[in-house]
């Protein structure tokens, strides 16, 4: 079993800056990959930034050369540095990891960019 737990989130005006963490417990030794997801009202959850066990990383377009993520292995945390924030990025955002088969979740924490 993996627990994740996400912080950070909050509110912030367009153009401004936050950084979600995604703190990793439990048997996460043979974690593959985490990543960040995230769901606006109304929509479907869909991928932001996902990062391998070797450091490999991957975007989605929208968020390309805005947000990065990272990884800290000696704290078992996900960092998702977010800047130039817009009001289309509000959402719930989730952290995920995997041990295939299985995929797990954190609880998620909000995000609301203001206009």
């Known amino acids: 079993q993996v627990q994740l737990v996400e912080s950070g989130g909050g509110l912030v005006q367009a153009g401004g800056s936050l950084r979600l963490s995604c703190a990793a417990s439990?048997?996460?030794?043979?974690?593959?990959?985490m990543g960040w997801y995230r769901q606006a009202p109304g929509k479907q959850r869909e991928l932001v930034a996902t990062?391998?066990?070797?450091?490999?990383?991957n975007y989605a377009d929208s968020v390309k050369g805005r947000f990065t993520i990272s990884r800290e292995n000696a704290k078992n945390t996900v960092y998702l540095q977010m800047n130039s924030l817009k009001p289309e990025d509000t959402a719930v955002y989730y952290c995920?990891?995997?041990?295939?088969?299985?995929?797990?979740w954190g609880q998620g924490t909000q995000v609301t960019v203001s206009s």
């Open positions: 439990g048997s996460i030794s043979s974690i593959t990959a």
């Open positions: 995920r990891g995997t041990i295939l088969p299985f995929v797990y």
């Open positions: 990062i391998t066990s070797s450091g490999t990383t």
